[in-house]
T-cell receptor, first 115, second 108 residues
Framework: GAGVSQTPSNKVTEKGKYVELRCDPI?????LYWYRQSLGQGPEFLIY????????DSGLPNDRFFAVRPEGSVSTLKIQRTERGDSAVYLC?????????????FGPGTRLTVL | RKEVEQDPGPFNVPEGATVAFNCTYS??????FFWYRQDCRKEPKLLMS???SGNEDGRFTAQLNRASQYISLLIRDSKLSDSATYLC?????????FGKGTSLLVTP
């Protein structure tokens, strides 16, 4: 079946601009996660959705970052006033129910470059 | 201090060699443990879950020592296709905590 999809695959923007990154999870998965991976590092947690609600957004670095999942399926990560330090690969993952032992399946990521 | 620590390598080994990776984690309340594999410019993919009793999947063996907060991965009879970054992952709730990854290069 279809895995997690993310669009765009690459995004180049200028400092100060606004960007939106989209994630389409595996059908039927109620849990959705966003991670960010910088060069040479492992992915770092940003936010977790259970259904439509953000159950934990403690990983969002500051208030320029916001994410929504209005219908409990597709999610959008929004970054305002982008900075060069925001350049990274943004990974989305989904799991069946959000259980601690659930397998999280990752999408291919969006590579964000802020010039 | 990062919650999950692992040697970044790189590990360069010849085909057929046995190689072992280790990692340690700091949160004693951690509940589930995994090894993920990440190929260059690709997303992480689950390699295997890790249990205290140890578990094996073909050439791969994973072990968890809760008392020492230590996780290991053993790869026997290395193949060229095993070349990748191996991420040690710990879950304390729902968010995965990743190590930096250990880079493996298997050479002919």
């Amino acid at each position: 079946g279809a895995g997690v999809s993310q669009t765009p695959s690459n995004k180049v923007t200028e400092k100060g601009k606004y960007v939106e990154l989209r994630c389409d999870p595996i059908s039927g998965h109620t849990a959705l996660y966003w991670y960010r991976q910088s060069l040479g590092q492992g992915p770092e947690f940003l936010i977790y959705f259970q259904g439509t609600g953000a159950a934990d957004d403690s990983g969002l670095p500051n208030d320029r970052f916001f994410a929504v999942r209005p219908e409990g399926s597709v999610s959008t990560l929004k970054i305002q006033r982008t900075e060069r330090g925001d350049s990274a690969v943004y990974l989305c993952a989904s799991s069946l129910s959000g259980g601690v032992a659930d397998t999280q399946y990752f999408g291919p990521g969006t590579r964000l470059t802020v010039l | 201090r990062k919650e999950v620590e692992q040697d970044p390598g790189p590990f360069n080994v010849p085909e057929g060699a046995t190689v072992a990776f280790n990692c340690t984690y700091s949160n004693s309340a951690s509940q589930s443990f995994f090894w993920y594999r990440q190929d260059c410019r690709k997303e992480p993919k689950l390699l295997m879950s890790v249990y205290s009793s140890g578990n094996e999947d073909g050439r791969f063996t994973a072990q968890l020592n809760r008392a020492s907060q230590y996780i290991s991965l053993l790869i026997r009879d290395s193949k060229l296709s095993d070349s990748a970054t191996y991420l040690c992952v710990v879950n304390s709730g729902y968010a995965l905590n990743f190590g930096k990854g250990t880079s493996l290069l298997v050479t002919p």
